[in-house]
């Protein structure tokens, strides 16, 4: 179990600012009803590490988590926002690393084989990315990914980015603990996506306030958590146990 603390208030604020303020803007599609259905069983300090299994509207989707302070279980619902990756590095650092990290698991270029070591440090540095307090118990290799992802992600053309979905929790809407997490996601397994953002068809228009919104909710979420001073549910690594 992992307590909610200042660290979950910030971890939280930083990603509401990151959506809110992105020059790339969401092109959010109608909400999609999300289910953790299980993990790989790689896991690191307790905790289990990508890939993530779920369903977005019953369809599979494998998942990496950049929430490291909310906690969910497994058979949890909630629901989210189908989003493209915001343009801010920490976000594309993110992506990169859940590309780098399925390449870990699958055994393909860079990787010859498994390699359970790069898959369990690039989701430990996307975890970072967004909480500090996910250093505290990094595991080696994990500044090594970080800094490759830091050297690698500008180098990325706008359409690799667009090879992936962040799947933007809607507040309230979990049916278990009190904070969902984010996720991203690929985009060729998201149902209903949404027109690419570059080249809009007909009928297709963005809606730049999403973000903004769903900004705004988690941050009055924040606060409510912080007011309260309650610990979440049990963490997935927990249930597990």
């Known amino acids: ?27 959010a599609d109608a909400l999609l009803y999300m289910q953790i259905t299980g993990v790989q069983g790689t896991a690191y300090g307790g905790e289990d ?10 369809k599979p989707v494998t998942l990496m988590c950049i929430s490291f302070t ?17 343009s801010s590095s920490s976000f594309e650092e993110a992506a990169w690393l859940f590309n780098d990290a399925n ?18 440090a690039d989701q430990w540095a996307a975890w970072e990315l967004f909480s500090g307090s996910a250093y505290g118990t990094a595991p080696p290799l994990a500044a090594t990914q970080m800094a490759a992802a830091v050297a690698s992600y500008a180098s990325e053309p706008d359409s690799f980015y667009q090879g ?9 809407s979990q049916n278990e603990n009190d904070t969902a997490q984010f996720f991203l996601g690929n985009r060729d397994e998201t149902p209903s996506i949404t027109p690419d953002p570059y ?14 919104l769903l900004g705004t909710g988690l941050a009055g979420l924040a606060a409510s958590l912080y007011r ?4 979440a549910g049990k963490s997935l690594a927990k249930s597990l146990s």
């Not at 809110?20 to 969401?26: D, L, N, T, Y």
């Not at 590490?49 to 019953?58: D, F, K, L, S």
């Not at 080249?199 to 903004?212: K, N, Q, Y």
């Open 1 to 27: 179990m992992k307590p909610f603390r200042a660290c979950t208030i910030l971890s939280i604020a930083a990603l509401c600012a990151l959506l809110s303020f992105s020059p790339r803007k969401a092109y």
């Open 70 to 86: 909310a906690d969910m279980s497994l058979g949890e619902t909630w629901e989210a926002e189908e989003e493209y990756i915001p």
């Open 49 to 58: 590490v990508y890939p993530y299994y779920g369903t977005a509207n019953g």
């Open 103 to 120: 390449a870990a698991v699958n055994g393909t270029f860079p990787y010859s084989s498994y390699n359970s070591s790069a898959q369990i």
């Open 199 to 212: 080249s809009p068809g007909p009928g297709s228009a963005p809606e730049p306030g999403s973000l903004i």
């Open 164 to 172: 992936f979905i962040l799947y933007a929790p809607v507040p309230g």
């Open 228 to 231: 309260r001073r309650r610990s």
